[in-house]
Every structure is written in C-alpha cells, then in structure tokens.
C-alpha cells in the first residue's frame, strides 16, 4: 500500500465518526423505526423445493387475534410487477418472477403468502393458520444433473434447465496446447454460501395518500437503484418516491438487490392506508436472501517445462437457482474476466453455462465473481509447481507481467492500470520469514504433524466502473454545500453498509477545503437529500464518490475565489486558496476565511457582477477506467490428525491499494476480508 505522512486529515489512521452512536446503540437501523398506525408483515415461506400449489386456505389466519390481512398471490401479483433481473445475457432464459408464488414453489423459502397483523407476534402466529395443499414435484438440486435429458425441469415452459451461456476468448488457443509441454487438467468446486450479514433484511414502507408518496425505509446498499427499479413494480413514479436506507448492519452483496419484500410492502402499504413493517428472520435470511458463488469449473493449463502459463481453457456450470435476482447473470462472467489473475497468458477460453435448479437465486456475494477467479488461477499454479516439481514461488514470479509492462492488456479486455506483482510477493516472503518458515513446516511433517503453507497472490477488478460496463451506468454524484456559518454539508450518492465512508469523505473535504473535521456533515442513503447515485458495491465508493466530492469542492474553490477577489478588491488571478484561506498572493495577513466568505455569498448585498449567490456544488464523476488492488497472503496452518482442529500458525498480507485516506480503515477492511475467507475455507 502507498503509505503518505499525514500532514492534515488525509492519510491519518482516525477512529470513524461514525462509531460512537454505533456503539452505544443510539443509532437508527430499520427495525428502529416506528411509525403511528405501523402494521406488521410474516411471509409464509414454501417448505418444499419444488411444489404444485392446489389450494390455500386463510379464513382461520383472517380470523386471528390482531390480523389485518392475509394476502396471496391472487391477491397481489398483478399489482406489484416481477423482480428485476438488470444483467440478463443475450440468450438469457429469465422466468416471471412474481413477489409471491402463483401456483408452484421453486425453492425453499419462496414466498407463498403474507400476513399484516398490529403487531409483528400475531402476524408470524397467523401463519401457523394457514393451510396450503402442496404437491410435491420432482427437484433438481444439482447443476450437473440439471444438465442431463432426464432431470425434472425448473422451469418447465422453457424446456431446459439451461438459463444462459457466456464466453470469452482470445489469442490461439489450439496452438498453445497443441506446442505445450504439459497440460494439466483440474476440477474445482465454488462451494454455495450465505451472506449472514449481522442485520437481516427489512424495511418499513408508508403510503402518503393525499400527495400520492412512497417513503420506503429499506436496509439496502443501493437506494438509489431501488427507487429507479421499484416504479417498474409498484407503479408509482420515481419522482413520487422516497427510498431511505438508515445504518446498514452489513451487506456483502446480498443487499444489492431489489427483493420482492420491499415491493410487496409498498403495495401493502398503498393497499391498506398504514405503514407496513416486515424484519426478515434469521432462519428467512439464510433461505431466501440471494446465496453466493456455487460454480463447478473444469479447467485446463498448458505450460511450458520452465512453468511459463501458455493459455488456459475453462468450462464452468453456475448454479444460479431457481431466479434471476438482480444481477445473476453477471457474477460468473466476473470470473472469466479475472480468469488468468496476475499472470500474463498467450490465449485463453472460458465458457460459462448459467443452470437453473430448485434453490434460491444466486447473486453479489463478497466479491462477486472474482475470488473465484483467484481460487482458480492461484489454485492451478501450486499444481504447475507440484506437477513439474517446481518452486511455486519462482512459477508465480516467472509469469508476472514487469511492473515496466503496465499499463497491461489482458486477454479478456481488461486494462489493469499499474501492478508490482513481484515486489507484493517478495515484500510478503520477506515479512513472513519465508525461509524460516518452511523449515518450520518441514520439520513439523518429519514429526508426523499435518502443517502446510498457503500462498496467494491476487488482482481485483475494484471500482466498478466505466458506464460502458455498467448496466445501471457507474458514475457517482456529490454535492457539497459550504453553509452561511462557514460549516460543511458534504452528500454523496454512495451508501455505507460498514465502510466508514462518513470518516473518510469527512477526511477527504477537510483537507481539500481546509477546515476542521468537526465542522464537516456526511449525508447519504436519502434519495430525498442525496438525489443521485449508483452507491456502495465493487469496492467504488471513495474512488469515485471521493472523487466527485473531490469535484465539488474544485467548484466551490474557484467560484469562492472570484467573491474572495471581488471583496478583497483585486483580480481573480491573484487571489491564492491556502490552508482554508483566500489572500492576495504575497499578503497571506490580508485574508478571508469560509466562515467570512460563506455570509457574503448568501446574504449577497455585495458580490461580483453576475455572481451566483451562494457556496454549492454538485458533480458527476464518470471513472475512464476500474482500479486493479493487488497483494500476497501467506498463511501456516496447522491441523491436528485427531480432533480436525485448524491452527494459524502465521498469517501475512501484502495489499496495494494505492493511496490510503485512512489506514486504520484500510486495515479493518483488509482484516475483515481475512476473517471471511477464512470462514469459507473451514
């Protein structure tokens, strides 16, 4: 990482802001919001996999102490749309997906019936009065057998279990295996995850009758992207809706969506005249929050004896579920455009097959698509190594591209802007005490122990990204506001779900416009007062929201600049922003600060000619490219024979993410990440 000696707030490892009303539970999540009259969903989840629905009964649960309503998809189907599916693929085969079941369940968990009660006790008792006659039907749960002539189909009307296809290929892929001195073959298994953020899903929906307005309070990572989705589903207009997203208790990925929850509550909430509450359970949220990864890849490698990686040839099956959330299609074509990692490649191929089977749908999970890649890529060089009995450190090394090559073209069409592959890894070994600790793992194995050292070294696809990739456009927006006090208003369309993005913009605007940090408010996860933005996903929010903040502030300065000029009674050209301060260039003593400036640019009883009143500005800020972090992890464990007990030894990381606002935040996501990946390994 670029370490920068913090003369003022940028770069200084601070605590978040942010933190202490988080800490003593002051702070205001969802399910913190009460509202008069606030009725109460439960959704009545499927058992079964695969089920025709012949009946359901509801009068008992109608008839239940404190319910309001009790609600089917005959009831509501047609009055709240289908959930999107934003990333479809040219051939993609995307079924209705309705916000609850019509006449058959496709996955454990799928939303069969709503319950609205006075209280969140008798809408979850209701539902044990309701009776629903299922008939089971065959179900596939495994994406190979999906694939086979004789396996039941999910979704019947489209005659195959296949949702789409995707590939990506470039260079002479015959010829690199036809000259290869070996080719290695090697089956990997993604295994399915649940996101398991510490807060579940919920949102709390009012109807505004007389002014025909939806607020929707939803823990999301994409409010903005919601309001634009939710009108397709509600039919309420964009610019009638209000979509607020409080303190997010984590995401991961899995609140990158628009779910059928947030739609069916808005309409119930237009439906019966109150507000409508609904708070996913725990047991909800590990079945019908979208999973992660599940994909089965067979790979090959050709190399050279020396272990120079020539081309590489994948075929993978994405188990996606039963629907496509949000962006489902797009996640495994994220693996393929990360496929050959940090390693230069003379040709490559890989196929995607997107397969429809009875589960949840799969989606963004923990970044979505490319620590697959790495599994795989990093997976097969310890095979090239072990196969030609080679240094797995040298093979890495040896297919690095020269920190002199960048910027460097990939054969998926990626252009990584700058990378030392070499220097990250060397730096790792170093710190890690390479030698020594192989010695260590040789010695423990000589004495029957079971000890192994891990070595990873990654790229990452982050700052997503340029529009032309984006399906939704990926530009953020800003607006900084300097008040009549001399105080700082900074908003940003991206949304925190545990970044610290309140510490590091504050951070950022105090040392642009120099001011104390204490004199700086973040606002963000209103549309109704951040009015734009594509939000928190693919590690971009300070990269571009810092940057169009950055943009803001750029504004502010030079309009600020020629009231400076005006009231200082000099020319514009001569006036110099320092420190907080406009002075005439050589007289730092004659000088006007915010707090002076800022009640001249509102009251306005003298300002330029054709001068604007007021200090704000707003800026969109298209990035021309994605960024490309990389590192080196080095892990010793330990495993005992008898009891399976898992024992790090050591751990090392290595990471350059360019230049850090705040280290200590840098170093919490970085530890963060450690702690998740080493949940999916166990």
Known sequence: MSAVKAKGYFGKPMKRIEDPRLIKGIATYVDD????????????????????????????????????????????NDKCGLVPCASPMPDSKIPKHTVLASDRVYFVGHPVAVVVAVDRYAARDALDFIEVDYDPLPVVSDAEKALQKDSPLTHPEFGTNVAFTWSVANGGLNA????????????????????M???????????????????????????????TLLPGMIGVPENKIRIVAPEVGGAFGSKLNLYAEEALCS?????????????????????????????????????????????????????????????????????????????????????????YTHKMATDAYRGAGRPEATYVIERLMDIIADELKLDPVKVRLKNFPKPTEFPFDTLTGLTYDSGNYQGALKKAQQISNWNKLTRQRDEARKSGKLFGIGLSTYVEICALGPSKMMS????????????????VTVITGATPHGQGQETSF?????????????????????????????????????VIGGTA?????????????????????????????????????????????????????????????????????????????CTYPFGTHIVA?????????????????????????????VEGQVQGGIAHSIGQAL
């Open 33 to 76: 919001i009460t509202l008069p009259g606030m009725l109460h969903a439960a959704v009545l989840r499927s058992p079964y996999a695969h089920a025709r629905i012949n009946n359901i009964k509801a009068d008992a649960a109608k008839a239940s102490p404190g319910v309001v309503g009790v609600f089917t998809g005959a009831d509501v």
């Open 549 to 625: 903040i950055v943009m803001c502030i750029d504004k502010i300065i030079a309009k600020a600049r020629k009231l400076a000029a005006h009231l200082l009674d000099t020319k514009e050209k001569s006036v110099e922003f320092r420190g907080g301060k406009f002075f005439v260039k050589g007289k730092p003593k004659k000088a006007l600060t915010w707090k002076q400036l800022a009640p001249e640019a509102y009251v306005a009883k003298n300002i330029p000619k054709n001068w604007e009143p007021g200090l704000e500005a707003s800026s969109f800020f298209e990035p021309p490219n």
């Open 472 to 487: 939704a456009g990926g530009w953020e927006w800003g607006c900084v506001r300097i008040e009549m006090s001399g105080k």
């Open 176 to 195: 690199a295996f036809k000259r290869a001195h070996r080719v290695i073959k090697q089956r990997m298994v993604h295994q399915r995850l649940t996101p």
């Open 267 to 355: 309409h119930l909430a237009q439906r019966l005249g109150a507000p409508v509450k609904w708070i996913e359970s725990r047991r909800e949220n590990a079945a019908a929050t979208i999973h992660g990864r599940d994909q089965i890849g067979d790979y090959e490698v050709a190399v050279k004896k020396d272990g120079t990686l020539l081309a590489i040839r994948s075929k993978t099956l994405a188990d996606i579920g039963a629907y496509c959330q949000l962006n489902t299609p797009a996640i495994p074509t994220l693996t393929g455009l990360m496929l050959t990692g940090c390693y230069k490649c003379k040709a490559m191929r890989m196929d995607v097959v997107g397969v």
């Open 197 to 227: 953020a510490i807060e579940p899903r919920g949102c709390v929906a009012a109807w505004h009758a007389g002014e025909g307005t939806l607020t929707l309070y939803t823990s999301t990572q994409i409010p903005h992207l919601v309001r």
């Open 506 to 542: 504050a951070q950022i605007a105090a040392d642009q416009l120099g001011v104390p940090i204490e004199d700086i408010v973040v606002m963000r996860g209103d549309t109704a007062v951040a009015h734009y933005g594509r939000d928190t996903y693919g590690s971009r929010a300070t």
């Open 637 to 665: 464990v330990e495993v005992d024979r008898d009891t399976g007990e898992v024992r790090i030894v050591k751990y090392v990381t290595v990471n350059d993410c360019g230049y850090q606002v705040n280290p200590l935040l």
